[in-house]
Every structure is written in structure tokens, then in C-alpha cells.
């Protein structure tokens, strides 16, 4: 049975056009919200915010701001996923999408540590957790606007649209930043040009909200309005009958959640602190990883409707786990065409375990609880695999003196993620085909087994 995702009139090419613009650029746009940040604090932020602490603990203290945010990710996840599962995923997109605008162009206007003391820093801390709970609730409503409007056959290369926000957020925030810095001093960009890409955001922000706002509501949650199949409290049925799903789920994001934020975070300090390189070039590398990262998100995305869910994250699994080491030997030499090749090594692994996430995610919860499952299985994957893995990187470079002790972190929760892979289990193509009430079905026996079992 096909349900109305899979009717042609609900199809039609202007429709989706606006569905897959408004993912796209609105989780581009939140990303690159999110990693102007990133870049930031390796840049600058230990200098402005955290000078008191002296330079290493200062930048320490730094990276740990990017990690505060991954706490607070579950608590935007659950409470995006349960007002998405209730009231619809449209508008829950547009709040976080305009949450995470205000946040960001408040860190563009805070002022420093040598205005105003202990608050900025405090301030800061608060700004960021902002936007963690913005970051926690917008992707699991983008991946299901995207996959709930998609055709039969089609969702995880439908999926894959809002999954390219993540490497052209990241490509849009190293090219500004390299722009400001090639056009400024160190001392100017030290004193005012950091600020530029974060009010920047405020006309990126417009732009996302008008977007968004011209698109319908998704086909699947008109469906279960229609049938008031709705669920009054979806993560605590999410929790009782679903709960090896999140297991895997999350386990599904945690190398790559890591490994990325080593790319996004990390490497630009890295490059320029321990290996002598300068921040333009790093931010050149940081870009060629970032496209990389987006053209094997799309392979994976078109690949998975053709070999299963399961067989590409199999691939790209495989490959986060041999490239580390590799990386960082190619990395150390300091030269740019060998640490070129690093970051589209580690962009293959990247792209090949995350172009198909939204479709997987989707395809593996019921209808009425799915913002609430994915939003929930994201935003912890984010905390267990992302939260601080640059700060754990500059700590192990620190302790051991060798950056393949960074290596073997990474190859460590490779193998956390290739033990998800395994136990994915993945639905037939048959039961996949009904979005709705096959996953519906599913739900109403167990809801039924623990009835009994009470």
C-alpha cells in the first residue's frame, strides 16, 4: 500500500523545489551559524574571552565552549521532537531557525573579557547554549521535511538535501573567515573582523525565514492529523517501545559527529599552533574538506536508494576507520597538497556514513513519534561523539605529544559505529514502501504486547 507520501499530485516539481530550497538552505544557514563558532574559538575567542587563563588553558577553555552546547542538544531534541510529533514539523523549523539568528548575532555584539570582566565569558557560555538547543531541534525537522515529502524510492537522496547544510555551512564559514582574514590585519581582525561573519547571520537569517515559510507541511504529518493519529506524549512511548532503535541510531553518528568536529573545530588551531601554518591556508584546508564532505554526502545519499541503508554506512564505516591515521601522517608534513589529500580522505568517510542519515533515521520510527526519535538519537549521537572531541584531541596532543594519539581516538569510535552498522536492522523494501502505517502497524502490536504484559 502506498500511502499519500507517494501520490504524484503531492509531488509536483515547484512543490518540491521549495522543499528541498527550505532544507537546504535553512540547515545551511544553522550550520553556518554553528560553525562561525567553531571557527572562532580556535581563532580567537581564547585571546578575547579567556586571557585571564593565559594562552593554552585559554584556548582549552575555548574548545570547551563548543562542547557546553552539545549538552543542551538533547533538551532542543526533545522538545522540538515532541512539538514537532504534536503540531506539525513547519514551525518548529521556523523557531529554531530564528532561535539560533539571535544567538549568534548576540556573539557578534558581546563585548570582550577586557570590557566587562568575568560576564563575557559567562555570556558567551549562555549565547552558545542557545545555540545548542537551536542546533538539537533543527535538523531532525529538516531531514523529516525533506524525507516525508519525498517519492517512493527516492528518500535517501532526498534526505541527503538538509545533511549538505552541514559541509556548505562549514565551506560559507571558512570562506568568510578567510576573506576577513586576508583583508585584515592580525591586529584588526583581533579588534573587530571576528564580529563580521556573525552579523553577517542576520541577512542569512531573513532570507532562511522566507524560505521556509512558503512550505507546506509535510504529506506524512497531514496524514496523521487526518486519522488524529497524533501521539499526547511521544517520547515516552518513544522510550518504551523503540529503545534499541535509539541505540543504534545514535551509535550510527557517533565517528562521525567526532571525526567531523575534528575537521570543523580542531585542525585550524592545530595547523596553526603546533605545525606553523597559517590560518588562511588552514582555512583553504578546512574548505577542501568541506567540499569533499558534500559530494560523497550526495553519493551516499543516491547510493543507499539503490544498495540499502545498511551496505553504505558498511562503506563509509570502513573508511573512517582506516583513514585516520593516514591523516594525520599526510597532516604533520605541513604541506599543502599532502594535507589536501588528508581532508578529502577523511571527507569520503564523512559523506559516506552521513548523505543517507535522514532517510535511515526516518525509516526507523513510527510516524506519529519520529521528530521525537530522530531529533532524540541526533542530538545524543552529537553529545557522546561530537561534544569534545576537539577539546579531548588538544588534551591527548597535549598529554602524549603525538597527534596519532588522536588517530587512535578516532579508529576507537570507528569501531563504536561499525558495531551500530552490524546491528542496524534494516526494513524490506515492502514494508519501507509504507511510510505511515506500515510503522504504525508496527507500533499498535507493541503498544498492544505491553498492554498485556501490564
Known amino acids: 500500500m ?4 507517494d501520490e504524484p499530485s ?8 521549495r522543499v528541498l530550497g527550505a532544507s537546504l538552505v535553512g540547515t545551511t544557514i544553522e550550520w553556518y551559524d554553528f560553525f562561525i563558532y567553531a571557527s572562532a574559538a580556535s581563532l580567537v575567542f581564547g585571546k578575547l574571552f579567556f586571557s585571564a587563563l593565559g594562552p593554552a588553558a585559554g584556548l582549552l577553555a575555548s574548545f570547551a565552549t563548543i562542547g557546553v552546547s552539545f549538552v543542551v542538544r538533547p533538551l532542543g531534541g526533545i522538545l522540538a521532537g515532541h512539538l514537532g510529533d504534536r503540531f506539525g514539523r513547519k514551525g518548529v523549523l521556523i523557531v529554531t531557525l530564528l532561535l539560533m539568528g539571535v544567538s549568534t548575532v548576540g556573539v557578534g555584539l558581546l563585548p570582550t573579557y577586557a ?13 552558545r547554549l542557545l545555540q545548542g538547543v537551536s542546533a538539537g531541534g533543527e535538523w531532525g525537522g529538516a531531514a523529516l ?3 516525508e515529502h519525498a517519492p517512493h524510492g527516492r528518500r535517501g537522496w532526498y534526505g541527503s538535501f538538509p545533511q549538505l547544510g552541514v559541509p556548505i555551512g ?5 570562506l568568510v573567515f578567510f576573506a576577513i582574514a586576508g583583508t585584515t590585519t592580525d591586529a584588526q581582525f583581533l579588534a573587530w573582523g571576528w564580529r563580521i561573519p556573525f552579523l553577517v547571520s542576520v541577512v542569512l537569517i531573513a532570507v532562511g525565514f522566507v524560505i521556509r515559510s512558503r512550505v507546506a507541511e509535510t504529506p506524512v504529518f497531514d496524514e496523521l492529523r487526518r486519522r488524529r493519529a497524533r501521539r499526547s506524549a511521544p517520547l515516552g512511548e518513544l522510550l518504551r517501545h523503540h529503545r534499541r532503535q535509539l541505540v543504534v541510531a545514535i551509535g550510527l553518528f557517533v565517528a562521525n559527529t567526532a571525526v567531523g568536529y575534528i575537521l570543523i573545530a580542531f585542525i585550524t588551531s592545530y595547523g596553526t599552533r603546533t605545525l606553523g601554518v597559517s590560518s588562511a591556508t588552514m582555512l583553504l584546508v ?18 543507499s536508494d539503490r544498495v540499502g541503508r545498511r551496505r553504505s554506512y558498511l562503506v563509509g564505516t570502513i573508511a573512517l576507520l582506516v583513514w585516520p591515521f593516514p591523516f594525520f601522517l599526510l597532516l604533520d608534513t605541513a604541506s599543502l597538497p599532502l594535507m589536501l589529500l588528508a581532508v578529502v580522505g577523511l571527507g569520503v568517510g564523512l559523506g559516506l556514513t552521513y548523505g543517507q542519515q535522514a532517510a535511515t533515521y526516518a525509516e526507523m520510527f513510527p510516524a506519529a513519534v519520529r521528530y521525537s526519535g530522530v531529533s532524540f538519537a541526533y542530538a545524543f549521537g552529537a ?11 588538544a588534551w591527548l596532543i597535549d598529554v602524549t605529544g603525538t597527534s596519532l594519539s588522536v588517530s587512535a581516538y578516532m579508529t576507537v569510535l570507528g569501531l563504536l559505529t561499525l558495531a551500530a552498522v552490524l546491528a542496524l ?3 524490506p523494501a515492502a514494508e519501507r514502501d509504507d511510510f505511515v502505517d506500515g510503522h504504525d502497524a508496527h507500533h499498535d502490536e507493541a503498544e498492544q504486547r505491553d498492554r498485556a504484559a501490564r
Do not use: C, K, Y
Not at 570590557?115 to 549565547?127: H, S
Open 2 to 5: 502506498r500511502t499519500t507520501t
Open 10 to 17: 503531492r509531488h509536483d516539481a515547484a512543490q518540491m523545489r
Open 115 to 127: 570590557t566587562i570582566g568575568v560576564a563575557a565569558p559567562i555570556l558567551l557560555v549562555v549565547l
Open 145 to 147: 521535511m525533506s524525507v
Open 170 to 174: 562549514l565551506l560559507l564559514a571558512n
Open 286 to 303: 578546512g574548505m577542501v574538506g568541506a567540499v569533499s564532505w558534500g559530494v560523497f554526502t550526495m553519493i551516499a545519499g543516491r547510493w
Open 383 to 393: 553529545v557522546l561523539g561530537g561534544a569534545f572531541a576537539p577539546l579531548l584531541s
Open 425 to 427: 536492522r534494516e526494513r
